[in-house]
């Protein structure tokens, strides 16, 4: 499954960290902050000019800011790949085992274009959701766990809630139980602490779709999920809901988040209804930033 977004062309990637000057860990950190080909070249082009540290020629050049690159700095150890054959997370997740994978280099695309909008009062944004035109929802599903993976990665304590309550999937890629989750949550009430899950990767925790319930299409009505997860902004940097195909119900399960990414797929997705999907989104403030396109 190949992936492609709209959106990366436009990528601002951050660059590698002072101080790592050895290739092997400028390789990493490259890998860590979705660093390009590219751009690496004119960074250590930079370097040999004027002798100065990797990441201050990439401050200098503008692929990031001091913030960034103390950022890195702080993550170089934190980048956190599963051995091949770990069974605590299913291959399809390939961020967590393989980070020169192309969906993982996606993944890391997509987390650049996420953290670098911000809300209309100026604050990061936070409440992300991932929402396909298909009724294929597995590409959709692998993708957005992907994304949460290469968030937590990247230092973001990231909470991954699974909006398939009628067809839950992201429990079984991380290999999780599905006794509780946001079936639970929405219907009964009580805390998202006490019911997500930790997963093998550290810091991404995941809310599990939960048990069926007959009102599933009630759950999501007056903005009630954004709501529920707006008190979790001191508690989880990003929140990423991986909402399912694009039906009325699990649109209306976006409103009120802070963003959205619209999945669809080459020669198969209708433009028609992309198009309308983004346009029911941006109606009820949900904010589209742009689409990814699977072949």
């Known amino acids: 499954m190949r992936l492609r977004s709209s959106e990366t062309a436009n990528v601002v990637r951050p660059a590698v960290a002072p101080g790592a000057e050895a290739p092997s860990q400028r390789q990493l950190l490259g890998k860590l ?3 390009s080909p590219e751009a690496h070249r004119q960074i250590e082009h930079r370097q040999a000019e004027t002798g100065v540290l990797f990441g201050e020629a990439a401050v200098e050049l503008g692929f990031a800011t001091e913030e960034q690159v103390r950022r890195a700095i702080e993550l170089q150890q934190g980048f956190t790949v599963l051995p091949e054959g770990d069974e605590r997370v299913d291959p399809l997740v390939v961020a967590a085992f393989a980070p020169d ?16 909008d911000v809300r209309p009062d100026g604050s990061p944004l936070q409440g992300i959701a991932m929402i396909g ?7 959709t599903t692998v993708l957005t766990a992907n994304l949460a993976v290469a968030c937590a990665q990247a230092g973001y304590s990231t909470l991954l809630v699974d909006g398939g309550i009628s067809a839950p999937r992201q429990h079984g890629l991380f290999r999780l139980p599905n006794r509780t989750g946001l079936s639970t949550l929405l219907s009964s009430g009580g805390r998202v602490e006490a019911i997500a899950q930790t997963t093998a990767i550290p810091g991404l925790s995941l809310l599990s779709a939960g048990p069926s319930v007959p ?3 009630e759950l999501f009505d007056r903005q009630r999920l954004a709501n529920t997860l707006d008190p979790l902004r001191d508690h989880y940097g990003l929140v990423i809901f991986d909402a399912g195909p694009a039906s009325a119900t699990q649109l209306e ?7 959205a990414i619209i999945v669809a797929r080459r020669n198969r997705s209708d433009a028609r209804a992309l198009r309308n999907a983004a346009a029911v989104l941006q109606e009820h403030a949900t904010p589209v930033l742009g689409s990814i396109l699977i072949d």
Do not use: K, Q, Y
Request: proline share 3%; aromatic share 2%; net charge negative.
């Open 133 to 139: 035109i298909d009724d294929e929802t597995l590409h």
């Open 101 to 116: 994978d192309p969906i993982a280099v996606t993944a890391r695309d997509i987390r650049a274009i996420v953290t670098r």
């Open 253 to 259: 399960a976006c409103f009120g988040l802070d963003a």
């Open 215 to 217: 009102n599933a299409s």
């Open 33 to 35: 902050l979705s660093l």
